[in-house]
């Protein structure tokens, strides 16, 4: 099991055993539930220390993994780039010979030159 479903579901219970202690005192209900919600938190900052560190740790470990795919991603396509913007620089050159040569260039297509 996840350790982010593990304290989640921590959380969870904790808050539903702090509501059922509750439930004999006699107050407002959504005072119960705001009750229960603040001592539930601080249980479990003590509680489920164990499985927060677990999930921050876990966590972690994705971000690292996704930021290293980034990265290997970002060099595969910069090696991409860079053939592609040699590419036009000889093609360029190609184009320019062509505009050197007879009936091709921006003259093609236009009849006798006047």
Do not use: C, H
């Not at 996840?2 to 006699?26: E, M, N, Q």
């Amino acid at each position: 099991m996840s350790a982010a479903v593990k304290y989640t579901l921590g959380r969870i219970g904790l808050f539903v055993v702090v509501v059922a202690a509750l439930w004999p005192v006699s107050m407002n209900i959504f005072l119960k539930l705001m009750v229960a919600l603040l001592f539930s938190a601080a249980l479990s900052f003590f509680l489920l220390k164990r499985w927060r560190d677990e999930m921050a740790e876990e966590m972690a470990a994705a971000a690292e993994r996704r930021r290293t795919e980034k990265e290997r991603l970002r060099t595969a396509l910069a090696g991409e780039e860079q053939d592609n913007t040699d590419a036009p620089a000889g093609g360029a050159a190609s184009a320019d010979q062509a505009a050197d040569q007879p009936g091709t260039g921006s003259d093609q297509g236009r009849g006798p030159a006047s």
